[in-house]
């Protein structure tokens, strides 16, 4: 599994971890790592964004993969009981989710009067995920920001 990056480069650094986190906790449940649930993980590093459970079934058939709504719907709960992604905070029916790995950046403002999820940029929070790890000992993978807004009061 390949993961294409916005400028057109072909990376596996991404991919292969997570098939490796998903596999080890497929496998503590007693589970199989099929070719299926690898499509649909597949299919959700390719969204890269936040998803809907829809939203990856017409991902899947694009990609003309036959993979179940209960295979897809199973799978993105395995992934969050993985750690692989989680749901997002929003108001109303649909569940959303979002990869929790990765190493790009996503950050995003989630309206919660229109429910509409705009990506947004903020490069200073790279800088103080850098100073935070290497203040710990560590060296970052990645991070996500979610903001929750509505529109203020017209008086």
Same mark, same amino acid.
């Given at each position: 599994?390949?993961?294409?990056t $916005?400028?057109? $480069?072909?990376?596996?650094r991404?991919?292969?971890?997570l098939?490796?986190v998903?596999?080890r906790?497929?496998? &503590?449940?007693?589970?199989?790592?099929?070719?299926?649930?690898?499509?649909?993980? !597949?299919?959700?590093?390719?969204?890269?964004?936040?998803?809907?459970?829809?939203q990856?079934?017409?991902e899947?058939?694009?990609?003309?993969?036959?993979?179940?709504?209960?295979?897809?719907?199973?799978?993105?709960?395995?992934?969050q009981?993985?750690?692989?992604?989680?749901?997002v905070?929003?108001e109303?029916d649909?569940?959303q989710?979002?990869l &929790?790995y990765?190493? $790009?950046?996503?950050?995003?403002?989630?309206?919660?009067d229109?429910?509409e999820?705009?990506d947004?940029?903020v490069?200073?929070l790279? &800088?103080i995920a850098?100073?935070?790890?290497?203040d710990?000992?560590?060296?970052?993978?990645?991070?996500?920001?979610?903001i929750? &807004?509505?529109a203020?009061? !017209? $008086?």
């Amino acid at each position: 599994m390949a993961l294409q990056t $916005s400028n057109g $480069s072909t990376s596996i650094r991404i991919t292969e971890p997570l098939c490796a986190v998903f596999r080890r906790q497929l496998k &503590a449940e007693g589970q199989k790592y099929t070719p299926e649930r690898a499509q649909v993980l !597949d299919a959700i590093i390719a969204l890269d964004r936040i998803f809907e459970a829809e939203q990856v079934i017409e991902e899947l058939r694009q990609r003309q993969h036959r993979v179940s709504k209960a295979t897809v719907y199973r799978t993105i709960n395995l992934l969050q009981d993985a750690g692989i992604i989680q749901r997002v905070l929003t108001e109303g029916d649909q569940a959303q989710y979002q990869l &929790a790995y990765g190493e $790009s950046p996503s950050d995003t403002l989630v309206r919660l009067d229109t429910r509409e999820v705009v990506d947004i940029d903020v490069p200073e929070l790279a &800088a103080i995920a850098e100073r935070v790890c290497k203040d710990l000992g560590l060296r970052p993978q990645g991070h996500k920001l979610q903001i929750f &807004a509505v529109a203020p009061n !017209d $008086s």
